[in-house]
């Protein structure tokens, strides 16, 4: 068998810590290095081969990734949280956390997690950046009815936002002087400026090839519109990986923690170890769904029967992640059953 060596990275900004092993856990090399695309190439050059190496997921996890997939015989990512061994350590630097992220490879320990691949994790980017630009723009809009409030300035809340109406209240209303005025312009400018960046944004993900497909099928289903079929498709990635839907519903964070020992189990509200865009987008869709969805909408009302309206929304939201699934594993349109095959069922 050919010799396997294992390496423990400890990612940060300006620095790579590394600790190299062999199979029987004798160190090789270890050290830092600078943490730069042409460093990262000339150290590659000088470790033994075959090599695989394992790092934790942090911000500056994704280009290393890239930078050494070609030339590893397998690269794995280890969930943060899941380090319990780092995290609980009386003594901590880079040089140990190295040699241990090594350690848990090398004994097939580490808490790996899952990497998308480049192509997804450069749309999602895009995505998530839109998502910052919506909320700049709300931002924005707040400002504009603050700004009439401190003034005391009368409006029409539902007609605010309209170009021509705004126009209209600032040229006609008595109460707003030339600083207030210049100072609505400026958040009104602001507040289209991100919209048409949000707009564009959203329609360069909708027409790309990658994702064209999957997103016409998603949104097939009752509820599911451009936005949340792009946050599904890009923030899950491989539907594939997940081998249940109880595993999907926990990683978009619509259930709560379990904690048990012997006898006694307690249960948490909703888990803060989940994708937060998903949880964000899925409710939000939840609270629409019912007014497209006959079958969402009875769900909705019973499940509103037996507790409150929060329980329905999650109900419903649990619900749209079964039909995602569905939809996104088969690789088929959502179809709608009849009520007449319903009833003979």
Same mark, same amino acid.
């Given at each position: 068998?050919?010799?396997?060596?294992?390496?423990?990275?400890?990612?940060?900004?300006?620095?790579?810590?590394?600790?190299?092993?062999?199979?029987?856990?004798?160190?090789?090399?270890?050290?830092?290095?600078?943490?730069?695309?042409?460093?990262?190439?000339?150290?590659?050059?000088?470790?033994?081969?075959?090599?695989?190496?394992?790092?934790?997921?942090?911000?500056?996890?994704?280009?290393?990734?890239?930078?050494?997939?070609?030339?590893?015989?397998?690269?794995?990512?280890?969930?943060?949280l899941m380090l319990r061994?780092?995290?609980?350590?009386?003594?901590?630097?880079?040089?140990?956390d190295a040699s241990k992220?090594?350690?848990?490879?090398?004994?097939?320990?580490?808490?790996?997690?899952?990497?998308?691949?480049?192509?997804?994790?450069?749309?999602?980017?895009?995505?998530?950046y839109r998502n910052l630009?919506?909320?700049?723009?709300?931002?924005?809009?707040?400002?504009?009815?603050?700004?009439?409030?401190?003034?005391?300035?009368?409006?029409?809340?539902?007609?605010?936002?309209?170009?021509?109406?705004?126009?209209?209240?600032?040229?006609?209303?008595?109460?707003?002087?030339?600083?207030?005025?210049?100072?609505?312009?400026?958040?009104?400018?602001?507040?289209?400026?991100?919209?048409? &960046?949000?707009? /564009?944004?959203? @329609?360069? +993900?909708?027409?790309?090839?990658?994702?064209? $497909? =999957?997103?016409? %099928?998603?949104?097939?289903?009752?509820?599911?519109?451009?936005?949340?079929?792009?946050?599904?498709?890009?923030?899950?990635?491989?539907?594939?990986?997940?081998?249940?839907?109880?595993?999907?519903?926990?990683?978009?964070?619509?259930?709560?923690?379990?904690?048990?020992?012997?006898?006694?189990?307690?249960?948490?509200?909703?888990?803060?170890?989940?994708?937060?865009?998903?949880?964000?987008?899925?409710?939000?869709?939840?609270?629409?769904?019912?007014?497209?969805?006959?079958?969402?909408?009875?769900?909705?009302?019973?499940?509103?029967?037996?507790?409150?309206?929060?329980? &329905?929304?999650? /109900?419903?939201? @649990?619900? +749209?992640?079964?039909?995602?699934?569905?939809? $996104? =594993?088969?690789? %088929?349109?959502?179809?709608?059953?009849?009520?007449?095959?319903?009833?003979?069922?």
């Open positions: 068998m050919e010799r396997m060596y294992y390496i423990g990275l400890d990612v940060h900004k300006r620095k790579i810590s590394y600790c190299v092993k062999d199979g029987a856990g004798k160190v090789c090399s270890e050290g830092s290095l600078t943490a730069t695309r042409l460093e990262l190439d000339v150290w590659m050059k000088t470790l033994p081969k075959p090599w695989t190496a394992a790092m934790e997921a942090t911000m500056f996890t994704g280009w290393i990734y890239d930078q050494l997939k070609p030339h590893a015989a397998a690269l794995k990512v280890a969930h943060p061994a780092i995290a609980a350590a009386k003594k901590k630097n880079d040089r140990i992220i090594c350690d848990c490879l090398r004994c097939d320990f580490l808490p790996e997690c899952y990497m998308a691949p480049t192509a997804i994790r450069e749309r999602r980017r895009t995505l998530r630009l919506v909320r700049q723009m709300v931002q924005m809009k707040i400002k504009i009815s603050s700004l009439l409030m401190e003034a005391w300035v009368s409006y029409n809340k539902q007609r605010l936002h309209k170009a021509g109406y705004f126009r209209e209240l600032l040229a006609t209303n008595p109460d707003i002087d030339e600083g207030l005025g210049s100072l609505l312009r400026l958040c009104r400018e602001t507040a289209v400026r991100l919209q048409t &960046a949000e707009s /564009a944004m959203v @329609r360069s +993900l909708e027409h790309d090839s990658l994702l064209m $497909d =999957r997103l016409e %099928r998603l949104m097939t289903i009752p509820a599911v519109g451009p936005i949340t079929a792009l946050t599904w498709t890009l923030e899950v990635g491989d539907v594939q990986r997940f081998s249940s839907i109880k595993k999907a519903i926990s990683y978009c964070g619509l259930c709560g923690a379990e904690k048990s020992s012997g006898s006694t189990v307690q249960r948490t509200p909703l888990s803060k170890q989940r994708n937060k865009h998903l949880q964000t987008t899925l409710i939000e869709a939840a609270k629409m769904a019912p007014r497209n969805s006959s079958d969402l909408a009875m769900l909705y009302d019973k499940e509103k029967r037996k507790g409150n309206a929060n329980r &329905a929304t999650l /109900a419903v939201a @649990r619900k +749209l992640v079964v039909y995602l699934m569905a939809v $996104d =594993r088969g690789r %088929r349109n959502f179809l709608v059953m009849e009520e007449s095959a319903r009833t003979a069922a």
